[in-house]
């Protein structure tokens, strides 16, 4: 079985998180698809695409090295979770996710989220 301290095991995580960072401008762009189609009623078919989009990178970011990007989107997550619920209001979101988005589409590495301003 590999473990970590053997070179071809980490040769396949590597590439793995290649391959993910090539998946990155899909993944925003499926985020970016999931806000512009929400309109003013906000519907709940349409924050749910939203919310399934970022739990997408919620979920699997940080596992190939990406972890302010997976915990942003998480953050996001929890937020459109409260406006599904009722909580939180939409337009107190949406800011956000195109802040994220800019962020991300800028430097998904990047640790700071807030650096980007």
Do not use: K
């Given at each position: 079985m590999a473990t970590p301290a053997d070179p071809a095991f980490r040769q396949h995580l590597q590439a793995l998180a290649e391959k993910y960072r090539a998946s990155i401008p899909q993944r925003l762009?499926?985020?970016g698809a999931a806000l512009d189609a929400i309109g003013?009623?906000?519907a709940p078919a349409?924050?749910?695409a939203l919310h399934e989009s970022l739990h997408a990178v919620a979920g699997s970011a940080?596992?190939?090295g990406f972890s302010?990007?997976?915990e942003e989107a998480r953050r996001l997550e929890q937020l459109l979770r409260e406006t599904m619920a009722g909580t939180a209001e939409f337009g107190k979101v949406a800011p956000q996710?195109?802040?994220y988005l800019?962020?991300?589409n800028d430097d998904p590495t990047h640790p700071n989220i807030s650096a980007h301003d």
């Open positions: 762009a499926a985020i003013a009623s906000a349409q924050l749910e940080g596992s190939f302010a990007l997976g996710v195109r802040r800019d962020w991300a």
